[in-house]
Nanobody
Framework: QVQLVESGGGLVQAGGSLRLSCAAS????????MCWYRQAPGKQRDLVAT???????NYADSVKGRFTISRDNAKKTVYLQMNSLKPEDTAVYYC???????????WGRGTQVSVSS
């Protein structure tokens, strides 16, 4: 059974930082592309960042230069370092495993990030 467990969310002031973690089990972590999505209230779920098995990364334009995705294959964990946070970054952040066609295959339950102005 695949499980993705996010942690590290919370309330932070604008300009602050948070580091999200996503611990995976039930999959061969090192061969899977991992990603982070987010969903703000009343909005669709959007892709934030991806990281391939080789460590190549890609980011949504809205977070480029502020967020960094990384992975530790030994710990089966993917991270999202979020700096210079803005109120518009407020959302539930979800970890996901991408399938071979780059569509989400498994989801975590999410962690709330709230940024106050």
């Amino acid at each position: 059974q695949v499980q993705l467990v996010e942690s590290g969310g919370g309330l932070v002031q604008a300009g602050g930082s948070l580091r999200l973690s996503c611990a995976a089990s039930g999959i061969i972590f090192r061969i899977n592309v991992m990603c982070w999505y987010r969903q703000a209230p009343g909005k669709q779920r959007d892709l934030v960042a991806t990281i391939t098995t080789g460590g190549s990364t890609n980011y949504a334009d809205s977070v480029k230069g502020r967020f960094t995705i990384s992975r530790d294959n030994a710990k089966k964990t993917v991270y999202l370092q979020m700096n210079s946070l803005k109120p518009e970054d407020t959302a539930v952040y979800y970890c996901a495993v991408l399938s071979a066609n780059w569509q989400p295959r498994y989801w975590g339950r999410g962690t709330q990030v709230s940024v106050s102005s």
